[in-house]
Structure formats: C-alpha cells, structure tokens
C-alpha cells in the first residue's frame, strides 16, 4: 500500500512538471537537433569559408585588422582567427553593449576581404537563440530554458521510478515493444514513451547536466567541485602592466601570432586578441582539434614586454588542465556529441529528436487517461 501511494506521488510529480515543461522541452531538443550539423551545413554552403592553398606566407594580424576596420569603422576588434591554408581568416568583431557580433571573412594570402557576416542573424543564430533563450530577453530567457532543464532532470529521475517494473511478468514489456495486432494506439503511446525514456536516460541526462553548466552558476560551480575542480570558472584577462616608452615592443600582436605560429605548427586554428585597454593582456589560443574546443591552449602575454602570463581560471594550457578542467573545457564538445567526432553529432542528433518525442507521448498519455470517454 505504501509502495503504490508512493508510486502515485511520483506520478503526480512526473505528470504536472511534465505538462509545466513539455512545451519547452521539445523546442530545446529539436533546436539542438537542428544545431546540431551548423559548422558541416555552413561549410557547405558558404564558399567564402574557404580559400584555395598557396605557396605563401599568410598576412599578419596587423595588417589583417587595417583590412577588417574598413569594412566595420568604429567597431571593436575582438580577435583575429586563423583557420588553416585552406581556410579565410576571420576578423572578428564583438561587443556587449552596444551588442554586436560580426566576422569579416578574408583570404590570408593577400588580403581580398570576402564577405562580412552579421554573426547575431540568420537561420543559425535564430535556432541557438531558441535553444538557449527561447527567443525572449536573453537574461529572462536564459532562466526559463534552465529551470525548464532543471526539471527536465528531475522528470528523468521519476520517469525512472515509474518505469521500474513492479513484478517479473512486467519486465519484458519495458526493455521492448510487444505490440499485438488490434492493440489500442494509447497502449502503443505508453509502451512507446517508457521504453524510448529508457533508453535514452542515460544521454539525456548528459545533456541536461551540460546544459545547466551554462544555465545556472551555481550548478556549474558545484558539478566542478563535485568532480574534483579547484580553480576558477571565470575567465579574467591578466594585467599588463606599462613601462617606459623605450621598453615597449612595436607590432607585440604580430610577435604574438609568430610565436604561436612557430609552438603550434600543426594547429589547426590560431587565434589572437588585440588587448582592448592599455592594462590587458594579449590573449591567443591554439586548436589542436578541428571540430572541438576542448583541447585548444589558451595563452597570455604581456602587451608591453611580451612576458607570458599564466592564469588560474580552467582556460589555460591544456597540459595544466586536471581530468575535472578538461570536462569542464569539453561541455560544448560532450553537450553537441562533437567530442566523438560525426558519430557523435550524428547520435546526438537522433537521440534529441527521440527527447523531443517524450513530451508528446507524455502528453497523449495524460489526454487520453483525463479524455476516456471521448476516445
């Protein structure tokens, strides 16, 4: 008797945080469905990502940012991006209020700019705005689409509860379908969404602990002290403190961009930020993997002197990172299934549009119980 006023609570609870969140829900699974292949879609479709290979050195930032800031007068020049012999150059422009996020793509060989792109439009940015935000103001929106994966969380852990069978005989009918002909489509919905919430549990679970890294702060800070992390999740720029006018090293972007050049020759992308006030650092970076983030070094020098500063945030070198920063710095990686290459894209895909499915089963399943008589 206990058991079954406790299974009901749990089915009290599965249910109206079920129809609370469902909408929300579906549309977080299916825009994450639809992110899922943007890099793969947007180099197919946009040549001006692509330059053709030469025998020649690429320009240096310097001169990239001269090309850039007559494209995009009055902007702030966030990095300049290196994306491979065969790839154009990205200047990037990024501010947050006034908000604006553009690229200007350019061949790195001489200069020729290709197109300049408004990085806050298009049918991309319009999906991860919904993912992330739902499309409301980003500071409500973000809250909304957390508390929404919050309780998502909470519904995998009833839905587990729920699908526990009760007796032997009720074993076989959640590992698989044992449809008979004649049965009644609500059975089939039932069987569909206990068994379909199975087997995806575990995945979908992944993904909602990732998604509430980026949703919640303190979610974020207590999974990595969870998991052993102890420096800080904070990017800080480190200081650059001036000296005398003779001290100062002349083009220290374009020394920058070299030396990075000369530690990571197989990189697959290198990328360097123009210091934005006379105390910032020079903030660079190196990818070692195309397609992910997590392995890339992050690096720190000095505007003036070009002495190299190192930080205490997880965005460092990666040979500094402990198992707990790099499962930080793996998040976006693990959350698209980009850490396992296509495969991964392509799983993460699919089991997304079965998450997208629950709440609809779900749904008929609460219709079909409160419509009997209809039906």
């Known amino acids: 008797m206990k058991n079954n006023s406790f299974k009901k609570t749990i089915r009290n609870i599965h249910l109206w945080l079920g129809l609370s969140s469902g909408i929300i829900v579906f549309i977080i699974a299916i825009t994450g469905c639809l992110y899922a292949f943007q890099q793969e879609i947007q180099d197919y479709t946009e040549t001006y990502?692509?330059?053709?290979?030469?025998?020649?050195?690429?320009?240096?930032?310097?001169?990239?940012?001269?090309?850039?800031?007559?494209?995009?007068?009055?902007?702030?020049?966030?990095?300049?991006?290196y994306n491979g012999k065969e790839k154009s150059a990205e200047a990037i422009f990024y501010h947050y209020q006034p908000d604006y996020y553009y690229a200007v793509y350019i061949n790195?060989?001489?200069?020729?700019?290709?197109?300049?792109?408004?990085?806050?439009?298009?049918?991309?940015?319009?999906?991860?705005?919904?993912?992330?935000?739902?499309?409301?103001?980003?500071?409500?929106?973000?809250?909304?689409?957390?508390?929404?994966?919050?309780?998502?969380?909470v519904m995998l852990i009833t839905g587990l509860i729920l699908w526990y069978p009760k007796n032997k005989k009720a074993v076989g009918q959640r590992f698989w379908f044992k449809w008979k002909k004649g049965m009644k489509w609500k059975r089939k919905n039932y069987d569909y969404h206990n068994i379909t919430g199975f087997y995806v549990m575990a995945i979908a679970l992944i993904f909602a602990i990732t998604g509430l890294v980026w949703g919640f702060n303190w979610f974020a800070y207590s999974y990595y002290t969870v998991i052993g992390g102890e420096k800080s999740l904070v990017y800080e720029d480190p200081?650059?403190?001036?000296?005398?006018?003779?001290?100062?090293?002349?083009?220290?972007?374009?020394?920058?961009?070299?030396?990075?050049?000369?530690?990571?020759?197989?990189?697959?992308?290198?990328e360097v930020h123009p210091p934005e006030t006379d105390s910032s650092s020079i903030a660079a970076n190196a990818n070692l993997d195309e397609g992910t983030y997590w392995k890339t070094d992050y690096r720190y020098f000095d505007q003036y002197t070009l002495k190299e500063k190192e930080v205490n945030h997880i965005y460092g070198k990666l040979k500094n990172a402990d198992t707990s920063d790099k499962l930080m710095r793996m998040n976006y990686d693990i959350h698209t299934g980009a850490v396992l290459g296509l495969p991964g894209k392509i799983f993460a895909c699919l089991i997304s549009l079965l998450i997208a499915s629950l709440p609809v089963t779900g749904f008929l399943i609460w219709y079909g119980r409160k419509n009997k008589a209809r039906i």
Do not use: C
């Open 108 to 153: 790195p060989y001489n200069g020729n700019v290709l197109q300049t792109v408004d990085l806050n439009t298009g049918f991309f940015r319009f999906i991860l705005d919904g993912h992330f935000y739902l499309w409301l103001p980003h500071e409500i929106g973000q809250v909304v689409i957390a508390s929404a994966t919050l309780i998502f969380l």
């Open 239 to 270: 200081i650059s403190k001036k000296v005398a006018t003779g001290q100062i090293l002349t083009n220290p972007l374009d020394k920058t961009y070299e030396l990075m050049q000369k530690e990571y020759p197989i990189a697959k992308s290198i």
């Open 49 to 81: 990502r692509f330059v053709e290979k030469q025998d020649a050195p690429f320009l240096l930032p310097s001169q990239m940012q001269q090309i850039a800031k007559k494209e995009l007068p009055g902007k702030l020049l966030h990095a300049v991006k």
